[in-house]
C-alpha cells in the first residue's frame, strides 16, 4: 500500500523558517518525480517545487530562493525546507508523486503571522 | 508560463444531469493534463490523466476529452457524492500547474 504522510507544518513569524516532511512507503522516492503543492485557505491548488528522479528541481517564481526541495533516499523522505516566510506562504502543504500516479498525502498546514 | 482557465467556476445541477467543465491552455499542451477532484479538507483525487485515461477505480461516469488547448470533463450523470470542486492540472518537465478549479454544487 502506498502512503504519503506530511509533518511539519506549525504557526511561525514572518521572516521565520520551517522544515516539511513526507515519509513515503510503498514506492521509492529515488527512482520516482515528487512534488510539493499548497492551498491558502479558501483557495485553489499552486505547485511550489517538484524533484525528478535525477535530482533536478523547479520552484514556483513566487517561492524561488526561499524554499528548497530535497530527499533523503535511505529514510524514503521528501522535504521542503521553507525560509523568510511571508503571511501568503500560509496554506495546507500536500506532497504528491507523479500526476499520472494519483499519491498524496494527507497535508499539514503552515500558519505565518504575527 | 502556461496559465490553465477554467469555465464555469460555478456549476449548479441535478441528479442526473450531464455535466461538462472546459479548461483552457494559453498555448498548446499536448495532452499533458489532468483532472481532479477535491472535497472540503481533503486532499485532491485523481480521476483522469493524460486528458482522457481513467485512473483506477474511478466511476466510468467521469471522462475526459481534449488535447492541444481545450480539454473538458464530463460526468455522464450527476451524483451526490460528485459534490465537489474540480480542477484541471498541466504538467510537463518544468512544473505544475492548476485551473482555478470548478465548484459543483447541487441546484
Known amino acids: 500500500e502506498v502512503k504519503l504522510v506530511e509533518s511539519g507544518g506549525d504557526l511561525v513569524q514572518p521572516g521565520g523558517s520551517l522544515r516539511l516532511s513526507c515519509v513515503v512507503s510503498?514506492?521509492?522516492?529515488?527512482?520516482?518525480?515528487m512534488s510539493w503543492v499548497r492551498q491558502a485557505p479558501g483557495k485553489g491548488l499552486q505547485g511550489v517545487s517538484v524533484i525528478y528522479s535525477g535530482g533536478t528541481t523547479n520552484y514556483a517564481d513566487s517561492v524561488k530562493g526561499r524554499f528548497t526541495i530535497s530527499r533523503d533516499n535511505s529514510k524514503n523522505t521528501l522535504y521542503l525546507q521553507m525560509n523568510s516566510l511571508r503571511a501568503e506562504d500560509t496554506a495546507v502543504y500536500y506532497c504528491?508523486?507523479?500526476?499520472?500516479?494519483?499519491?498524496w498525502g494527507q497535508g499539514t498546514l503552515v500558519t505565518v503571522s504575527s | 508560463d502556461i496559465q490553465l482557465t477554467q469555465s464555469p467556476s460555478t456549476l449548479s445541477a441535478s441528479v442526473g444531469d450531464r455535466v461538462t467543465i472546459t479548461c483552457r491552455a494559453s498555448?498548446?499542451?499536448?495532452?499533458?493534463l489532468a483532472w481532479y477532484q477535491q472535497k472540503p479538507g481533503k486532499a485532491p483525487k485523481l480521476l483522469i490523466y493524460?486528458?482522457?485515461s481513467l485512473q483506477s477505480g474511478v466511476p466510468s461516469r467521469f471522462s475526459g476529452s481534449g488535447s492541444g488547448t481545450e480539454f473538458t470533463l464530463t460526468i455522464s450523470s450527476l451524483q451526490p457524492d460528485d459534490v465537489a470542486t474540480y480542477y484541471c492540472q498541466h504538467y510537463n518537465i518544468y512544473s505544475e500547474t492548476f485551473g482555478q478549479g470548478t465548484k459543483v454544487e447541487f441546484k
Open positions: 510503498g514506492f521509492t522516492i529515488s527512482n520516482n518525480y
Open positions: 498555448q498548446s499542451i499536448s495532452s499533458w
Open positions: 504528491a508523486s507523479h500526476p499520472t500516479s494519483g499519491h
Open positions: 493524460t486528458a482522457s
